[in-house]
Nanobody
């Protein structure tokens, strides 16, 4: 069984930093793109950043220059370094993979983690 487990959320003051991690576990052969999305109360889920299997990145305009996405392929883990956090970054952050191939060669598409809360407040 494949799981995505996020960690690293919490409460931080404006201007502070947090590092989110998302580890994929299970009988995995490969993972295509990985990414982070967020959903604030009363709003739709939105893209934060994605990273392809070969390291190409994409960011929402609102986080460019403040957030950095990276991944460790051998550990099946994606990270989100968030600097200069603002109150408007407050949301539940979700990890996503667009395609996982298991050892049984079963494709798992559009897979989500359970989310981790990030609150930016003084």
């Amino acid at each position: 069984q494949v799981q995505l487990v996020e960690s690293g959320g919490g409460l931080v003051q404006p201007g502070g930093s947090l590092r989110l991690s998302c580890a994929a576990s299970g009988s995995i052969v490969s993972i295509n793109a990985m990414g982070w999305y967020r959903q604030a109360p009363g709003k739709e889920r939105e893209l934060v950043a994605t990273i392809s299997s070969d390291g190409n990145t994409n960011y929402a305009d609102s986080v460019k220059g403040r957030f950095t996405i990276s991944r460790h392929n051998a550990k099946n883990t994606v990270y989100l370094q968030m600097n200069n956090l603002k109150p408007e970054d407050t949301a539940v952050y979700y990890c996503n993979t667009d395609l996982i191939i298991t050892v049984k060669l079963v494709p798992i598409r559009d897979y989500w983690g359970q989310g981790t809360q990030v609150t930016v407040s003084s």
